[in-house]
């Protein structure tokens, strides 16, 4: 099955181009406003020994994960300091306004929560680049807090008892 989680419309204000921080990322094609939903995550539902860790995947549970979903939501790039984050399950929202020409990007850490993750080089280049993507839960306690708006909701009820 596959599993958008839809509640609004996406923008369709952003495209897909070669990125200088990953091969492909995602840009702003017009201007986009703080809480604008730019896009809906979605792909095959999957459970961890289903999930290809070679191809694009998104943990949205415990032990479950969407897969590629072919689209735009596969290419958006990780930041220490993004430009967007999660709400309302899936919906991939503007944090703040996003000029055109701007790549989207969203912290990979959001929703990420697997244990013994040792977790993978961070090439984001944000001033404050944590220099590697771990698991939430191996954040420190003030980017932790940071995050709490933006987060998937399994890791909002996990660690905040929401």
Same mark, same amino acid.
Request: charged share 20%.
């Given at each position: 099955p596959v599993v958008p989680l839809v509640?609004? %419309?996406?923008?369709?204000?952003?495209?897909v181009k070669s990125s200088p921080q990953h091969g492909k990322g995602v840009f702003a094609q017009e201007a986009i406003i703080a809480g604008e939903c730019v896009m /809906? =995550?979605? +792909? %095959?539902?999957? $459970?961890?020994?289903? *999930? !290809? =860790?070679? !191809?694009? $995947?998104?943990?949205?549970?415990? @032990?479950?994960?969407? +897969?590629?979903? +072919?689209? #735009? @939501? !596969?290419? /958006?790039?990780h930041s220490c300091e993004p430009n967007c984050g999660f709400q309302n399950g899936l919906e991939? *929202?503007?944090?703040? @306004?996003?000029?055109? +020409? %701007?790549e989207l990007t969203w912290d990979y850490?959001? #929703?990420? @929560? %697997?244990a013994g993750f040792d977790g993978f080089p961070c090439c984001c280049g944000s001033a404050n680049c944590r220099g590697q993507v771990t698991s939430f839960r191996d954040l420190p306690q003030d980017a932790q807090a940071r995050l709490r708006p933006w987060l998937l909701p399994y890791l909002l009820a996990k660690y905040f008892s929401v």
């Amino acid at each position: 099955p596959v599993v958008p989680l839809v509640k609004r %419309e996406s923008t369709m204000k952003c495209h897909v181009k070669s990125s200088p921080q990953h091969g492909k990322g995602v840009f702003a094609q017009e201007a986009i406003i703080a809480g604008e939903c730019v896009m /809906v =995550f979605s +792909g %095959e539902l999957l $459970h961890r020994t289903q *999930v !290809d =860790f070679n !191809d694009y $995947h998104l943990q949205v549970g415990e @032990d479950v994960y969407i +897969g590629p979903s +072919g689209g #735009a @939501d !596969d290419y /958006v790039n990780h930041s220490c300091e993004p430009n967007c984050g999660f709400q309302n399950g899936l919906e991939l *929202v503007a944090m703040r @306004d996003i000029a055109v +020409g %701007e790549e989207l990007t969203w912290d990979y850490s959001s #929703a990420i @929560d %697997e244990a013994g993750f040792d977790g993978f080089p961070c090439c984001c280049g944000s001033a404050n680049c944590r220099g590697q993507v771990t698991s939430f839960r191996d954040l420190p306690q003030d980017a932790q807090a940071r995050l709490r708006p933006w987060l998937l909701p399994y890791l909002l009820a996990k660690y905040f008892s929401v």
